[in-house]
């Protein structure tokens, strides 16, 4: 057997080997790389896991993750090494101030401030804040003391959301969190809606060509060109 063909293999023992994985963020020892590659710690049910792989965008502590994966060992300790990976929202407080760290310009006394102003103002608190946030993230200028920043925080909450649908949704087509981050800033907080309606829109990213977007058409069910 080829080198190449033992690599394929190997990959595809590791596709059918695959387990989910789901759990809380509690370190990230490794930062994220560009391509969304991190070594951290995830709180599952069996206790602390350690994984390595290709996570979501701003990756951080506290933020649940479902994870595709297999098992591996690393320096004589078992490690999930994992193949991708999506940000689940944890609607309580903590969840979601968390989420909103995630955001450049927002720590957590802001966060806290953010998720309190509306708070106030529904029922069914946790759902109903994250619901505004993620469907009307212009509201944000009204907490007070944001006016002069509130603009930029009201984009960049508008592309979290956006990163985030589109990463649970390509990271299934094999499509790594760098590439997302790329199709997000040419097509901005129309990405999802436009891939969806033509995902031929990709190969106008750089990385990505007509054999995935062919891939990605015949699994929505487009005749490819």
Not at 1 to 24: F, K, N, Y
Not at 107 to 124: M, T
Not at 192 to 208: A, D, F, H, Q, W
Request: net charge positive; hydrophobic share 40%; with cysteine.
């Amino acid at each position: 057997m080829t080198p190449l063909s033992s690599r394929r293999a190997a990959r595809a023992q590791s596709i059918t080997d695959a387990e989910v994985l789901a759990g809380r963020v509690r370190t990230v020892h490794v930062p994220q790389r560009e391509n969304g590659w991190a070594v951290l710690t995830l709180e599952a049910d069996r206790g602390p896991v350690c994984c390595a792989g290709l996570f979501p965008p701003k990756v951080a502590r506290g933020l649940l993750l479902t994870c595709v994966g297999c098992w591996d060992e690393y320096d004589g300790r078992p490690q999930f090494r994992v193949m991708s990976a999506h940000a689940e929202i944890d609607r309580t407080r903590d969840g979601i101030t968390c989420w909103l760290q995630t955001i450049k310009g927002i720590g957590p006394k802001l966060s806290g401030r953010i998720f309190d102003h509306f708070a106030s103002q529904v029922e069914d608190v946790p759902d109903r804040v994250w619901t505004i946030l993620r469907d009307s993230p212009e509201r944000v200028v009204e907490v007070p003391g944001i006016q002069r920043i509130g603009p930029s925080i009201v984009r960049r909450i508008r592309e979290q959301t956006v990163m985030g649908e589109l990463v649970t949704w390509l990271m299934s087509f094999d499509i790594s969190a760098a590439y997302c981050k790329r199709i997000l800033d040419r097509y901005g907080a129309e990405a999802v809606s436009r891939v969806r309606e033509n995902p031929y829109l990709l190969t106008e990213v750089r990385g990505i060509g007509f054999k995935k977007a062919d891939v990605i058409g015949l699994r929505m069910g487009i005749a490819p060109n």
